[in-house]
């Protein structure tokens, strides 16, 4: 049996197509004739020779490790103490001050848990002192947890305010009444009182001023939370409302003194809302301001901070501390930053000096078997 064997038809070409004139008209598929379609833009390549990255690696080096001598040193002078508020060591826990406060207390309690922490101070605290309160074992970056709140409700807006969101579940309403503000995120806001007091050397106590306002970032006080307009009075603005199922007051009772630290635009609530995105953390407490005259902020010292127990732990396994830290240009202390580029500018040094030794010991029998050949 004979067959017709066409090569254009093998090798993908079609055969020409018959226009109406009966003549055969074949398709252009070549690209076209433009420097980018024909791959002839101008390119760069370096080329990697010894004279080129022995230099880089000399230069990195020489640049990075002077850099993350100075973060590491700043960040040493930055001074910090840690105070633990709870303990739950076999051996130590009996010994530490709150220890009845973290066995016994938990939600359902009905009046709060006080103890004292007595601490020193080694050396003074000059310029502003910052207090955090300090939690671990908290996994505030849960996915649903992080999804549990109504921003709009936070933002002021009265119909969210009546109708929060249903991703507030299941602490988006109690009694029947919707909760403000809604959520898991707002419902376990920590609501524990410290207050400092200094020890003078005859024996008698000295409360340290601590400042509740400016812990907030300015854009989440003024942009982000708002009480719901139309009243000054926030008992009647939130009436119809139902407090958190955690709280012990509701959300117009945070600082009923203070109107402008009241209601949504509490900072305490507002630091609170932040979440963290690790479950050991920190978060800002108060600000205790630098004196005008010479005398330290906080004098070197006995200390005893005043802890109204009111957030259990316990049933997460978690740890309370208490903070107080310094800072400097490059915030707070964390001596990571100055570590790495330590690190990396000696690895970089190290490899330079590597490669130079290297090329110096094969570069010139190298070059010398060129010139035999």
């Given at each position: ?14 055969p ?7 003549a ?9 004739n433009?420097?980018f379609?024909?791959?002839r ?6 080329i990697?020779?010894a ?19 100075g ?8 001074k ?9 060591s076999v ?18 309690s ?15 605290f ?7 309160y ?11 947890y ?8 936070l ?9 929060p ?7 988006r ?28 050397p005859?024996?008698?106590?000295t409360a340290?001023?601590?400042?509740k306002k ?27 409302t ?12 945070l ?10 635009i ?20 108060r600000?205790?301001?630098k ?26 396994e978690g ?5 107080l ?17 330590i690190?990396?500018g ?5 490899l330079?000096i ?7 010991k094969y570069g010139n029998?190298?070059?010398s ?5």
């Amino acid at each position: 049996m004979a067959s017709n064997y066409n090569a254009k038809e093998e090798d993908g070409h079609q055969p020409a197509a018959i226009g109406h004139g009966g003549a055969g008209t074949v398709k252009n598929k070549k690209p076209d004739n433009t420097a980018f379609k024909q791959q002839r833009l101008p390119a760069w390549q370096p080329i990697l020779t010894a004279g080129t990255v022995l230099p880089a690696f000399f230069v990195i080096g020489l640049i990075f490790i002077p850099i993350g001598i100075g973060l590491f040193v700043t960040s040493n002078n930055i001074k910090e103490l840690e105070v633990t508020l709870t303990n739950y060591s076999v051996w130590l826990a009996i010994f530490h001050p709150c220890y009845n406060c973290s066995q016994s207390y938990s939600w359902n309690s009905t009046k709060p848990c006080t103890c004292s922490v007595p601490f020193s101070l080694d050396q003074p605290f000059e310029s502003n002192v910052f207090m955090y309160y300090g939690l671990s074992n908290f996994y505030q970056n849960h996915r649903r947890y992080v999804k549990s709140r109504d921003d709009s409700q936070l933002n002021g807006d009265k119909a969210s305010l009546k109708s929060p969101s249903k991703e507030c579940e299941p602490y988006r309403t109690s009694d029947e009444k919707p909760i403000a503000p809604c959520g898991a995120i707002a419902n376990s806001l920590f609501n524990d009182t410290l207050e400092l007091y200094y020890i003078d050397p005859n024996g008698s106590r000295t409360a340290i001023p601590l400042v509740k306002k400016g812990i907030a970032w300015w854009t989440d006080k003024h942009v982000k939370f708002r009480n719901p307009g139309g009243n000054d009075n926030l008992t009647v603005v939130f009436q119809g409302t139902s407090k958190p199922v955690n709280w012990r007051k509701s959300v117009y009772e945070l600082d009923p003194s203070d109107p402008d630290n009241n209601g949504f635009i509490n900072e305490d609530f507002i630091v609170w809302m932040r979440t963290a995105a690790l479950p050991t953390f920190r978060k800002l407490y108060r600000i205790i301001h630098k004196k005008p005259n010479m005398t330290p902020t906080l004098p070197l010292g006995r200390y005893i901070l005043e802890v109204t127990y009111n957030y259990p732990v316990r049933s997460f396994e978690g740890r309370k501390r208490m903070i107080l830290s310094t800072i400097s240009w490059m915030g707070g202390k964390n001596p990571f930053l100055g570590i790495a580029y330590i690190t990396v500018g000696s690895v970089c040094f190290f490899l330079g000096i590597v490669l130079l030794i290297i090329h110096h010991k094969y570069g010139n029998r190298n070059h010398s078997a060129d010139i035999r050949s």
